[in-house]
């Protein structure tokens, strides 16, 4: 099974950063279009392929520019996660993901995957650790070997954190992925 993560491009959120960090909802500049069309064309996809991406803006935005018309699913459970947790950070307003009718309202009648867990509140950007290895084995779980690509199109924590539980060992901040970075591996 291969995993492909995908950074969003540049987000409105990183203008006069970290002034903007506040920011509800922001979508991907100019220039994060142009960082992931350029991705596009680097990035081999087919329709049998699962794609998971982010309830954001900024992820949605990037999946519909690297799909091209094909489908893709929406889920919480790929959502913004800080990295290394630390509850005394504040929540940030671009962290806020995007509720199941904003979705339907923006997007038609684009898949979501939840399980019915309850975490569209706040996504899983703060929850602890254990609930959310226990949300993360559940969607892997699901995934099972139905699949032989998987492509997140996520954020750096996120990508961060299900690195570390497919496996990998001693990562940190200085492993992130930059705008439009991708990072593949294969289990």
């Given at each position: 099974?291969?995993?492909?993560?995908?950074?969003?491009?540049?987000?409105?959120?990183?203008?006069?950063?970290?002034?903007?960090?506040?920011?509800?909802?922001?979508?991907?500049t100019e220039y994060g279009k142009f960082q992931v069309t350029q991705l596009r064309n680097e990035i081999t996809m087919d329709p049998d392929d699962l794609v998971l991406v982010s309830p954001t803006?900024?992820?949605?935005?990037?999946?519909?520019?690297i799909k091209n018309g094909m489908d893709f699913i929406i889920s919480p459970l790929v959502g913004p996660r800080?990295?290394?947790q630390n509850p005394?950070?504040?929540?940030?307003?671009?962290?806020?993901?995007?509720?199941?009718?904003e979705i339907t309202d923006l997007y038609g009648d684009t898949e979501i995957l939840d399980f019915n867990l309850d975490c569209w509140k706040e996504g899983?950007?703060?929850i602890?650790?254990?609930?959310?290895e226990g949300y993360a084995a559940r969607l892997l779980?699901?995934?099972?070997?139905?699949?032989?690509?998987i492509v997140i199109i996520s954020h750096d924590g996120t990508i961060t954190n299900f690195r570390i539980l497919l496996g990998e060992k001693g990562l940190t901040k200085n492993d992130f992925l930059g705008e439009a970075g991708v990072y593949r591996m294969s289990l």
């Open positions: 099974m291969d995993f492909t993560f995908i950074r969003h491009g540049h987000g409105e959120h990183l203008n006069d950063y970290p002034n903007r960090l506040n920011t509800l909802h922001p979508s991907l803006t900024r992820t949605i935005e990037t999946a519909t520019i800080m990295f290394p005394e950070l504040p929540f940030l307003a671009c962290d806020h993901i995007l509720s199941k009718t899983i950007n703060r602890e650790q254990d609930i959310f779980e699901w995934i099972g070997k139905s699949y032989k690509k």
